[in-house]
């Protein structure tokens, strides 16, 4: 299975360097949309479907912070889960992008490894990256 990710951070260069650690890693990647800040962002949600967004906080227009309060808004975009990449790792701006709706949070510089783990974790998928054998009966349905 491969998802669909939107990377957004002003720098062009570190998007591609976040592209190509989240290929190395092995996570599979159907498309990968780019963004250069949080307005950019909703114009590419807004007309494609992304499974994941992995977002730099500080950014020009709008930041990651203010993407996340912009998603939570939105009935169709707030369960897009979303993964903050940032240099700054402090726990006060850690809880203030979980309290916001951030599923993860991964500072940088950051290994292909751990990357792949936190997007499967986040997607609720297992380590291959399928998902996990529905359990449920028939008889649970609503439909």
Known sequence: ??????????????????????TISGFKMDQCWEAGNGREALDVLSKN???VVISDINMPEMNGLELLDHLKKNETLKEIPVIMITTEGSDNRMQ???????????????????????????????????????????DECDF
């Not at 299975?1 to 989240?22: A, C, E, T």
């Not at 499967?120 to 449920?136: A, L, P």
């Open 96 to 138: 203030e992008a979980f309290k916001r709706g951030a599923k993860g949070f991964v500072k940088k510089p950051f290994l292909p490894e751990e990357i792949k783990k936190i997007l499967y974790s986040v997607i609720g998928v297992s380590e291959n990256g399928e998902y996990k054998e529905d359990t449920g009966t028939v």
């Open 1 to 22: 299975m491969s998802f669909n990710v939107l990377i957004v951070d002003d720098s062009n260069s570190m998007r591609s360097v976040i592209k190509k650690i989240v």
């Open 49 to 51: 479907w992304v499974d």
